[in-house]
């Protein structure tokens, strides 16, 4: 299963990079510069062919590719011969004018933005199946009593329906995730269903260190119904069955699943069940599996199922844009939460966690049927797409942002740039994307390791 993930891995990134090589290459041409080579994938071609004044590569590593422009080299030869500025051929990236380099540099990340907004629009345009839990809440507090967090400051209390944040409709728990999580450290209105009445609250998350994601402190609220029972688990081999009602453990009440958390905290060998099966209470013993997961019974318990509607080319393409939009500012606040103390190891994905998340999401959307993989799949690349928009476009040496903002100086001042200056500025841009890629492999490793 491994090797499925790591190649729908690998595929999912390299289309992604792909889309973003291709942005340059396009506009490249447009703005007549000449492209010598394009290439899907990286390393020596191993298959190559030339169409027109473009050579097309293959390359060995199937990650990504590039689009090699001719001059791309002219600032570095300039800087070697001590020249005071760059001479450049008819043709080359350096012979157009600033304003026409900066459409090719922003071409890259702009079409990952086209190709996120397109995924989007698909997915929305055929409709999809969404599994999620109601929105009723457990605060962690009930389960850990020594714990204390956000929604406990703010008074909300287990078995409250949370319908509505700053003035949004929530109707699942996949709402209200959504919503802590982009809004760290930001006071958010709440409206609050508790015994019939509505209350009125303000909650303001943490900022989770080790993952940027806000946080309040609530679990979801399922009701200990079982739906299915894995086979040859411990709850099989104790004839659970799917319909029983779990109502205690060892003696303690389950009102709701996340209450077996605390029960089980203990790692106890057995576990006295009391449930009822169509209206008559009955009794068994479980002996759980314990894995660095936690504890394994093979139960698994009611979710809510829909289909969202097909939306019409239109609606869809405006559903695309509107998601691509909140993705991009979700991913912009994202950046900005580096400098605020989290956990980088954690929160900073290389191109191999990266690699391994998309293989994992593509393979379980897989597992289920082939349009909940598209799905997850599509989903997923369209976040990493507009991540690595934003990414390319800070204002950092050798990214797409940092050149951008050297020929709007060019731009500005009408004077050519100094080849030691964009020298030293790429320089500096190598060394530190350099470390960058060093460290977040490293968290790469840690993440892999852990699981």
């Not at 990650?63 to 422009?69: F, L, T």
């Amino acid at each position: 299963m491994i090797i499925v993930k790591i190649l729908l891995g690998i595929l999912g990134l390299g289309i992604v990079v792909f889309v973003h090589e291709l942005g340059h290459f396009l506009a490249a041409r447009l703005v007549g510069v000449h492209v010598e080579a394009f290439s899907i994938g990286w390393g020596n071609p191993i298959l190559k062919k030339k169409i027109g004044d473009v050579e097309y590569r293959i390359g060995m590593f199937p990650v990504g590719g590039y689009c090699k422009m001719k001059g791309e080299n002219e600032f570095k030869e300039a800087y070697e011969k001590k020249q005071n500025a760059v001479t450049p051929e008819t043709g080359s990236f350096f012979a157009v004018s600033p304003w026409r380099r900066i459409v090719v540099s922003f071409a890259g990340p702009f079409f990952n933005l086209i190709f996120a907004a397109i995924a989007l629009s698909m997915i929305w345009g055929f409709g999809f199946d969404v599994s999620t839990l109601e929105n009723r809440i457990v605060l962690v507090s009930s389960v850990n009593p020594n714990e204390r967090y956000p929604a406990d400051e703010a008074a909300l209390e287990t078995g409250d329906r949370i319908i509505e944040i700053n003035g949004k409709p929530i109707s699942n728990y996949h709402d209200i995730q959504e919503h802590i999580a982009i809004n760290p450290e930001t006071p958010l209105n709440l409206k609050v269903e508790r015994d019939g009445a509505i209350q009125e609250l303000t909650v303001r998350p943490d900022l989770d260190k080790s993952t940027g994601a806000g946080k309040i402190g609530v679990y979801f609220w399922t009701e200990p119904v079982v739906a299915s029972v894995e086979a040859g688990s411990p709850a099989a081999i104790a004839d659970i069955r799917p319909g029983d009602r779990i109502l205690t453990v060892n003696g303690e009440d389950v009102p709701y699943t996340v209450a077996l958390v605390r029960i089980m905290q203990d790692k106890p060998s057995t576990l006295d069940v009391e449930f009822e099966r169509n209206g008559a209470r009955m009794n068994t013993l479980i002996n759980p599996w314990y894995t660095d997961a936690g504890a394994e019974l093979g139960i698994n318990y009611e979710t809510i199922q829909y289909r969202t509607p097909s939306l019409s080319p239109i609606a869809a393409f405006a559903k695309g844009i509107e998601e691509t939009w909140d993705t991009l500012v979700v991913s912009v606040r994202s950046f900005a939460l580096l400098f605020r103390g989290i956990d980088l190891t954690q929160a900073l994905s290389g191109p191999v966690r990266i690699t391994y998340m998309v293989g994992d999401v593509a393979a379980a959307g897989f597992g289920q049927s082939v349009g909940t993989g598209l799905n997850a799949m599509g989903n997923f690349l369209a976040l990493i797409s507009v991540a690595l928009c934003v990414m390319n476009l800070l204002p950092l040496p050798i990214l797409d942002g940092g050149m951008i903002l050297l020929f709007v100086i060019e731009g500005i001042t009408r004077k050519p740039l100094h080849p030691r200056a964009v020298y030293v500025f790429q320089t500096i841009g190598v060394v530190l994307i350099f470390g960058l890629m060093i460290f977040a492999v490293f968290g790469d490793i840690l993440y892999l390791v852990r699981q």
